[in-house]
Protein backbone atom coordinates (compact mmCIF):
# COMPACT_ATOMS: atom_id res chain seq x y z
CA UNK A 1 0.00 0.00 0.00
CA UNK A 2 1.51 3.54 -0.75
CA UNK A 3 2.64 5.32 2.23
CA UNK A 4 1.18 8.49 2.41
CA UNK A 5 -2.45 6.12 2.07
CA UNK A 6 -0.86 4.23 4.64
CA UNK A 7 -0.32 7.10 7.08
CA UNK A 8 -3.58 8.78 6.52
CA UNK A 9 -4.93 5.33 8.17
CA UNK A 10 -3.09 4.64 10.44
CA UNK A 11 -1.42 7.44 11.71
CA UNK A 12 -2.77 8.58 15.13
CA UNK A 13 -4.19 12.62 15.63
CA UNK A 14 -0.57 13.37 17.98
CA UNK A 15 1.93 11.02 15.65
CA UNK A 16 0.14 13.06 12.60
CA UNK A 17 1.11 16.05 14.42
CA UNK A 18 4.37 15.12 15.47
CA UNK A 19 5.23 14.04 11.98
CA UNK A 20 4.14 17.60 10.43
CA UNK A 21 6.17 19.46 12.98
CA UNK A 22 9.85 17.11 11.78
CA UNK A 23 8.88 18.15 8.59
CA UNK A 24 7.57 14.73 7.59
CA UNK A 25 6.28 15.46 3.59
CA UNK A 26 4.28 12.55 3.65
CA UNK A 27 2.46 13.76 7.02
CA UNK A 28 1.59 16.70 4.88
CA UNK A 29 0.36 14.61 1.87
CA UNK A 30 -1.70 13.05 4.69
CA UNK A 31 -3.11 16.39 6.37
CA UNK A 32 -4.39 17.29 3.12
CA UNK A 33 -6.14 13.73 2.84
CA UNK A 34 -7.39 13.83 6.28
CA UNK A 35 -9.27 17.11 6.02
CA UNK A 36 -8.70 18.67 2.68
CA UNK A 37 -12.10 17.50 1.63
CA UNK A 38 -14.01 19.65 4.14
CA UNK A 39 -11.87 22.56 3.83
CA UNK A 40 -12.81 22.57 0.26
CA UNK A 41 -16.74 21.68 0.90
CA UNK A 42 -16.63 25.24 3.47
CA UNK A 43 -15.36 26.99 1.23
CA UNK A 44 -17.20 26.02 -1.60
CA UNK A 45 -20.21 26.72 -0.07
CA UNK A 46 -19.53 29.87 1.25
CA UNK A 47 -18.06 31.35 -2.04
CA UNK A 48 -19.95 29.61 -3.81
CA UNK A 49 -17.41 29.07 -6.74
CA UNK A 50 -15.18 26.67 -7.38
CA UNK A 51 -11.82 28.81 -8.21
CA UNK A 52 -12.25 30.35 -4.95
CA UNK A 53 -13.21 26.74 -2.98
CA UNK A 54 -9.81 26.08 -4.51
CA UNK A 55 -7.98 29.67 -3.54
CA UNK A 56 -9.03 28.78 -0.14
CA UNK A 57 -7.86 25.46 0.24
CA UNK A 58 -3.97 25.87 -1.02
CA UNK A 59 -4.38 29.40 1.32
CA UNK A 60 -5.50 27.44 4.48
CA UNK A 61 -2.15 24.66 4.19
CA UNK A 62 0.00 27.40 2.96
CA UNK A 63 -0.63 29.37 5.80
CA UNK A 64 -0.96 26.49 8.17
CA UNK A 65 2.04 24.71 7.41
CA UNK A 66 4.12 28.12 8.08
CA UNK A 67 2.50 28.59 11.27
CA UNK A 68 2.56 24.76 12.42
CA UNK A 69 4.16 26.16 15.71
CA UNK A 70 1.08 28.30 16.82
CA UNK A 71 -1.01 24.89 17.04
CA UNK A 72 -0.83 23.67 20.29
CA UNK A 73 -3.00 20.65 20.04
CA UNK A 74 -5.58 22.20 22.11
CA UNK A 75 -8.13 20.89 18.93
CA UNK A 76 -7.84 18.19 16.31
CA UNK A 77 -5.87 19.37 13.74
CA UNK A 78 -8.43 19.22 11.01
CA UNK A 79 -10.37 21.91 13.47
CA UNK A 80 -7.56 23.94 13.62
CA UNK A 81 -7.57 23.78 9.44
CA UNK A 82 -10.73 24.37 9.47
CA UNK A 83 -11.28 27.34 11.19
CA UNK A 84 -8.24 28.99 9.53
CA UNK A 85 -10.18 27.89 6.23
CA UNK A 86 -13.65 29.47 7.52
CA UNK A 87 -11.55 32.75 8.48
CA UNK A 88 -9.71 32.95 5.46
CA UNK A 89 -13.03 32.27 3.04
CA UNK A 90 -14.47 35.03 5.99
CA UNK A 91 -12.64 37.29 5.18
CA UNK A 92 -12.71 37.00 1.49
CA UNK A 93 -16.56 37.06 1.43
CA UNK A 94 -16.80 40.25 3.24
CA UNK A 95 -14.20 42.13 0.66
CA UNK A 96 -16.91 40.44 -2.20
CA UNK A 97 -20.06 41.84 -0.27
CA UNK A 98 -18.98 44.22 2.12
CA UNK A 99 -22.94 43.91 3.34
CA UNK A 100 -22.75 40.55 4.75
CA UNK A 101 -23.82 40.41 8.32
CA UNK A 102 -21.65 39.80 10.48
CA UNK A 103 -21.31 35.66 11.28
CA UNK A 104 -21.20 36.52 15.16
CA UNK A 105 -24.06 38.84 15.77
CA UNK A 106 -27.27 37.28 16.48
CA UNK A 107 -29.50 36.98 13.38
CA UNK A 108 -32.41 38.93 12.92
CA UNK A 109 -35.55 36.80 12.19
CA UNK A 110 -38.85 37.69 11.09
CA UNK A 111 -40.91 36.45 13.91
CA UNK A 112 -42.61 33.15 11.51
CA UNK A 113 -39.79 32.55 9.43
CA UNK A 114 -39.33 29.17 11.17
CA UNK A 115 -43.30 28.66 11.35
CA UNK A 116 -43.83 25.44 8.99
CA UNK A 117 -46.32 26.15 5.99
CA UNK A 118 -45.66 24.06 3.25
CA UNK A 119 -46.89 20.28 4.57
CA UNK A 120 -47.19 18.34 1.41
CA UNK A 121 -45.80 14.76 2.78
CA UNK A 122 -42.61 13.75 1.13
CA UNK A 123 -40.92 12.27 3.74
CA UNK A 124 -41.52 8.82 2.31
CA UNK A 125 -41.91 8.54 -1.02
CA UNK A 126 -38.99 5.87 -2.85
CA UNK A 127 -35.91 7.85 -3.87
CA UNK A 128 -35.85 7.34 -7.16
CA UNK A 129 -39.00 10.07 -7.14
CA UNK A 130 -37.09 12.47 -5.34
CA UNK A 131 -34.15 11.41 -7.74
CA UNK A 132 -35.73 11.89 -10.83
CA UNK A 133 -36.67 15.39 -8.93
CA UNK A 134 -33.21 16.55 -10.24
CA UNK A 135 -32.98 16.53 -6.65
CA UNK A 136 -29.09 17.95 -6.33
CA UNK A 137 -29.25 20.93 -7.89
CA UNK A 138 -32.49 21.42 -5.61
CA UNK A 139 -30.32 21.00 -2.52
CA UNK A 140 -27.27 23.04 -3.75
CA UNK A 141 -30.13 25.90 -4.21
CA UNK A 142 -32.06 25.62 -1.06
CA UNK A 143 -28.83 25.28 0.47
CA UNK A 144 -27.77 28.40 -0.58
CA UNK A 145 -30.49 30.25 0.10
CA UNK A 146 -29.41 30.24 4.17
CA UNK A 147 -27.98 33.31 5.08
CA UNK A 148 -24.40 32.36 5.58
CA UNK A 149 -24.70 31.76 9.87
CA UNK A 150 -27.44 29.16 9.06
CA UNK A 151 -25.44 27.42 5.96
CA UNK A 152 -21.87 26.76 7.58
CA UNK A 153 -23.33 25.29 10.55
CA UNK A 154 -25.90 22.86 8.93
CA UNK A 155 -22.91 22.20 6.38
CA UNK A 156 -20.22 21.23 9.25
CA UNK A 157 -23.15 19.65 11.53
CA UNK A 158 -25.04 17.82 9.27
CA UNK A 159 -23.05 17.05 6.10
CA UNK A 160 -19.73 17.24 7.65
CA UNK A 161 -20.84 15.50 10.53
CA UNK A 162 -18.50 17.50 13.36
CA UNK A 163 -19.88 17.85 16.89
CA UNK A 164 -21.31 20.71 18.06
CA UNK A 165 -18.56 21.31 20.18
CA UNK A 166 -16.33 21.28 17.28
CA UNK A 167 -18.46 23.50 15.47
CA UNK A 168 -18.67 26.14 18.09
CA UNK A 169 -14.47 25.76 18.04
CA UNK A 170 -14.30 26.61 14.26
CA UNK A 171 -16.65 29.72 14.03
CA UNK A 172 -15.77 31.06 17.80
CA UNK A 173 -19.55 30.68 18.77
CA UNK A 174 -21.40 29.08 21.68
CA UNK A 175 -22.36 25.70 21.44
CA UNK A 176 -26.27 27.02 22.22
CA UNK A 177 -25.78 29.15 19.49
CA UNK A 178 -24.44 26.35 17.30
CA UNK A 179 -27.93 24.41 18.25
CA UNK A 180 -30.20 27.28 17.41
CA UNK A 181 -28.73 27.82 13.92
CA UNK A 182 -28.77 23.97 13.36
CA UNK A 183 -32.13 24.18 14.15
CA UNK A 184 -33.02 26.69 11.92
CA UNK A 185 -30.94 25.74 8.75
CA UNK A 186 -32.96 22.53 8.98
CA UNK A 187 -36.49 24.09 9.40
CA UNK A 188 -35.46 26.62 6.59
CA UNK A 189 -34.30 23.83 4.17
CA UNK A 190 -36.92 21.93 5.08
CA UNK A 191 -39.24 24.22 3.83
CA UNK A 192 -38.00 24.87 0.67
CA UNK A 193 -37.72 21.17 -0.12
CA UNK A 194 -40.98 20.74 0.22
CA UNK A 195 -42.48 23.18 -1.63
CA UNK A 196 -39.75 22.13 -4.50
CA UNK A 197 -41.14 18.75 -3.82
CA UNK A 198 -45.16 19.48 -3.25
CA UNK A 199 -44.82 21.47 -6.80
CA UNK A 200 -43.12 18.23 -8.57
CA UNK A 201 -44.97 15.78 -6.56
CA UNK A 202 -48.04 16.09 -5.15
CA UNK A 203 -51.10 14.64 -6.65
CA UNK A 204 -49.26 12.35 -9.25
CA UNK B 1 -52.04 26.87 9.57
CA UNK B 2 -54.32 25.40 11.97
CA UNK B 3 -51.28 25.24 14.69
CA UNK B 4 -51.29 25.65 18.35
CA UNK B 5 -49.14 27.19 20.40
CA UNK B 6 -48.24 23.91 21.43
CA UNK B 7 -46.91 22.75 18.43
CA UNK B 8 -44.88 25.56 17.81
CA UNK B 9 -43.70 24.63 20.84
CA UNK B 10 -42.59 21.13 20.01
CA UNK B 11 -41.43 21.86 16.75
CA UNK B 12 -39.13 23.88 18.38
CA UNK B 13 -37.45 20.76 20.25
CA UNK B 14 -37.27 18.59 17.18
CA UNK B 15 -33.76 18.78 16.46
CA UNK B 16 -32.48 18.53 20.29
CA UNK B 17 -34.97 15.57 19.58
CA UNK B 18 -33.49 14.13 16.71
CA UNK B 19 -30.04 14.97 18.55
CA UNK B 20 -30.32 12.92 21.30
CA UNK B 21 -30.07 15.71 23.24
CA UNK B 22 -33.65 16.41 24.47
CA UNK B 23 -34.75 15.07 27.91
CA UNK B 24 -35.94 11.65 28.34
CA UNK B 25 -39.68 12.72 29.59
CA UNK B 26 -39.63 15.16 27.36
CA UNK B 27 -38.95 13.22 24.37
CA UNK B 28 -42.10 10.64 25.34
CA UNK B 29 -44.37 13.59 25.28
CA UNK B 30 -42.79 14.69 21.73
CA UNK B 31 -43.45 11.35 20.62
CA UNK B 32 -47.29 12.05 21.52
CA UNK B 33 -47.67 14.49 20.58
CA UNK B 34 -46.62 13.87 16.80
CA UNK B 35 -48.48 10.55 17.26
CA UNK B 36 -51.86 12.63 17.78
CA UNK B 37 -50.95 15.30 15.42
CA UNK B 38 -50.43 14.86 11.62
CA UNK B 39 -48.91 18.10 10.87
CA UNK B 40 -46.57 17.62 13.04
CA UNK B 41 -45.74 14.35 12.23
CA UNK B 42 -45.08 15.89 8.73
CA UNK B 43 -42.64 18.27 9.87
CA UNK B 44 -40.49 16.42 12.02
CA UNK B 45 -40.64 13.37 9.17
CA UNK B 46 -39.80 15.40 6.54
CA UNK B 47 -37.21 17.51 8.54
CA UNK B 48 -35.50 14.42 9.51
CA UNK B 49 -35.69 13.57 5.07
CA UNK B 50 -34.00 16.54 4.44
CA UNK B 51 -31.05 16.19 6.77
CA UNK B 52 -30.58 12.42 5.33
CA UNK B 53 -30.62 13.66 1.87
CA UNK B 54 -27.57 16.75 2.93
CA UNK B 55 -26.19 13.53 4.28
CA UNK B 56 -26.20 11.52 1.28
CA UNK B 57 -25.95 13.82 -1.77
CA UNK B 58 -25.05 17.26 -0.38
CA UNK B 59 -21.75 16.33 0.16
CA UNK B 60 -19.07 18.37 -1.71
CA UNK B 61 -15.28 17.21 -1.99
CA UNK B 62 -11.81 18.45 -3.31
CA UNK B 63 -11.55 17.20 -6.77
CA UNK B 64 -8.89 15.31 -8.74
CA UNK B 65 -7.21 18.68 -10.28
CA UNK B 66 -7.45 21.11 -6.68
CA UNK B 67 -6.16 18.26 -4.96
CA UNK B 68 -3.23 17.61 -7.30
CA UNK B 69 -2.58 21.66 -7.82
CA UNK B 70 -2.26 21.84 -4.23
CA UNK B 71 0.11 19.02 -4.13
CA UNK B 72 2.40 20.77 -7.02
CA UNK B 73 2.03 24.36 -4.92
CA UNK B 74 3.51 22.57 -1.61
CA UNK B 75 6.03 20.47 -3.61
CA UNK B 76 5.10 17.48 -2.58
CA UNK B 77 4.10 16.52 -6.02
CA UNK B 78 6.21 12.98 -6.01
CA UNK B 79 3.36 11.90 -3.49
CA UNK B 80 0.71 12.21 -5.72
CA UNK B 81 0.51 9.07 -7.04
CA UNK B 82 0.13 7.53 -3.46
CA UNK B 83 -3.39 8.61 -3.59
CA UNK B 84 -5.01 6.86 -6.87
CA UNK B 85 -8.89 7.37 -6.33
CA UNK B 86 -9.18 10.94 -6.58
CA UNK B 87 -7.35 11.62 -9.94
ZN1 LIG C 1 -48.61 19.59 16.52
Redesign the pocket.
Known sequence: MPAARRMKGELSEADLLDALRRGDRQAFAAAIDRCGDTIYHVAYRLLGSREEAEDILQETFLQAFQHLKDFRGEARLCTWLYRIAYNLALMRLRRKEPETISIDQPILLENDEEVPRELFDWCCLPEEELLRAELRSVLDEAIRSLPTSLRIVFLLRDVEGLSTEEVAQILGISTDAVKTRLHRARMQLRERLSQYFAGELAGR | MP??K??EE??GQISLYLDGELAEHLCRELER??V??????V?FNTTRRTIELYRRYGRVSMPGEARERLFRTLNLDDLLRDESGSG
Open positions: RSRCWLHLECPDCHV
